[in-house]
């Protein structure tokens, strides 16, 4: 009985400081969102090139995205980027590069 009790707050305490612990792979747009780390750093933190995304508001990533959607440049690399995503993996871009520390 005293060892369940023992097992059951080392487990509790574990599942605490994992809680703690901010895991940027745990956000379901990261996957989507390292198809762009290539260009616009890690985690959108910027390569010195490439503008970078971290930190940038939803809204303002979701708006340039969906309207380098619907302006069409051939050829352009953020039309093809833009034109590969659906809306809602759009959002889900924005959601986790808006989510990272500027
Ligand atoms: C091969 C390199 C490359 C990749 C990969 C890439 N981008 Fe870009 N991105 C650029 C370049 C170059 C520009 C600036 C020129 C332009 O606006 O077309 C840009 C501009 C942008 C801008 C506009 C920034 C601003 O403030 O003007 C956004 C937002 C953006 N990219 C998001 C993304 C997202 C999201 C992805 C992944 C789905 C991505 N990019 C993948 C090269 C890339």
């Known amino acids: ?31 989507l969102a390292s198809n762009c780390f290539q260009c616009h750093g890690t985690d959108g933190r910027g390569d010195g090139s490439f503008e ?11 708006g340039d995205l969906r309207e380098m959607k619907a302006e069409n440049k051939r050829g352009e690399i953020m039309t093809i980027h833009a034109l590969g995503y ?11 590069f808006s989510k990272q520390p500027r």
């Open 52 to 62: 970078r995304l971290a930190g940038k508001s939803a809204k303002d990533i979701y």
């Open 86 to 96: 659906s809306d809602a993996q759009l959002r889900a871009i924005a959601d986790y």
């Open 1 to 31: 009985m005293k060892r369940t009790l023992i097992i059951t707050l080392a487990t509790l305490g574990a599942a605490t400081a994992a809680a703690q612990q901010p895991d940027p792979s745990a956000h379901s747009g990261r996957l």
